[in-house]
């Protein structure tokens, strides 16, 4: 059974700081690697997708890499802002049993 | 387009009452998902379709239903509610699993 982990649970930075959030998953069998971003009270947004034959994504300034041999994936923030304050998940599909497992989730906030 | 839309965004029943929660999408997906997310414990998937008429459980299926007769809607049904039943409800969907996943803005649900 897949196994997600994101360390740390929660992460508290000045603005400006460049930031790295973590996710560690049991099985290397994973087909893709998915970040999403939560704000309170609403729904998931996804932010970058990484399929099992890529190392890596970015879209502005995130990049998020994948290391299926290891079991990690992680998130990179860029000169964080206030405005990135929210909760980042990360969420692993298993390629054949067509079901995605999520972390808990890294709550970040980002002071002005 | 309208995305995923849930309703109600808020309910409260009374232990042993019935509901339906709604899910909709616009965008032609074949793969719909219901999620619960509870404090502490993530968001865990509870039923899955990879396409209309086909649907199966995911990690905490019990005491929820859900059909798929159009490709649009993927409603769940909480057939005698429980206290344990309390949490938020997403729905997502995606053209296959391995896909960006698109989620609802969810439905906080109080069983008392």
């Known amino acids: 059974k897949q196994e997600v982990t994101q360390i740390p649970a929660a992460l508290s930075v000045p603005e400006g700081e460049n930031l790295v959030l973590n996710c560690s998953f049991t099985?290397?069998?994973?087909?893709?690697l998915q970040w999403f971003r939560q704000d309170p009270g609403k729904g998931l947004t996804s932010l970058l997708l990484?399929?099992?034959?890529?190392r890596e994504q970015t879209s502005g300034r995130l990049n998020a890499s994948l290391d299926k041999s290891s079991g990690r994936s992680t998130l990179y923030i860029a000169a964080s802002q206030p405005g990135d304050s929210a909760t980042y998940l990360c969420?692993?599909?298993?390629?054949?049993?067509?079901?995605?497992?999520f972390g808990k989730g890294t709550l970040l906030t980002v002071n002005p | 387009n309208a995305g995923v839309t849930q309703t109600p965004k808020f309910q409260v029943l009374k232990t042993g009452q019935s509901m339906t929660l709604q899910c909709a999408q616009d965008?032609?997906?074949?793969?719909m998902s219901w999620y619960r997310q509870d404090p502490g414990m993530g968001l865990r998937l509870i039923h899955y379709s990879v396409g209309a008429g086909i649907t199966d459980q995911g990690e905490v299926p019990n005491g929820y239903n859900v059909s798929r007769s159009t490709t649009e809607d993927f409603p769940l049904r909480l057939l005698s509610a429980a206290p344990s039943q309390t949490s938020v409800y997403f729905c997502?969907?995606?053209?296959?699993?391995?896909?960006?996943?698109?989620f609802g803005p969810g439905t906080r649900l109080t069983v008392l």
């Open positions: 965008m032609n997906h074949e793969y």
């Open positions: 997502a969907s995606s053209y296959h699993p391995a896909d960006t996943q698109y």
């Open positions: 969420a692993g599909e298993g390629g054949s049993n067509y079901k995605l497992t």
């Open positions: 990484i399929q099992s034959s890529q």
């Open positions: 099985d290397s069998a994973i087909y893709n």
